[in-house]
Nanobody, 125 residues
Framework: VQLQASGGGLVNVGGSLRLSCAAS????????RAWFRQAPGKGREFVAA????????YYADSVKGRFTISRDNAKNLLYLQMSSLKPEDTAVYYC???????????????????WGQGTQVTVSS
């Protein structure tokens, strides 16, 4: 199983981007999927997750109301729609997936077994 993130780029403050994460395996409905990010000199930070069975979504407080995570199970795609972008959103964004993670673990990057390669998002002021 491989994850491939795409859609990053350079955007002005207040702009929007949509990230995508493609998966090579079928039955991704059974996986909890998430986005994390890592800014230069900082640790990997939880951004958003969508829980495998319920499809319920969870967000970091810093992105709530600005970012939306969604999935297309038929196409094995995960999305992160980002709007009202700020300079502090600048980071490498990673998609992650795990089949057995429990709800209390979804914000912990070490709980995920599968990772994409990352896509750079730069918000310019």
């Amino acid at each position: 199983v491989q994850l491939q993130a795409s859609g990053g780029g350079l955007v002005n403050v207040g702009g929007s981007l949509r990230l995508s994460c493609a998966a090579s395996a079928v039955t991704f409905r059974s996986y909890t999927r998430a986005w994390f990010r890592q800014a230069p000199g900082k640790g990997r930070e939880f951004v958003a997750a969508i829980f495998r069975s319920s499809g319920r979504t969870y967000y970091a407080d810093s992105v709530k109301g600005r970012f939306t995570i969604s999935r297309d199970n038929a196409k094995n795609l995960l999305y992160l729609q980002m709007s009202s972008l700020k300079p502090e959103d600048t980071a490498v964004y990673y998609c992650a997936a795990d089949q057995s993670i429990i709800l209390s673990q979804i914000r912990i990057w070490g709980s995920y077994d599968l990772w994409g390669q990352g896509t750079q998002v730069t918000v310019s002021s």
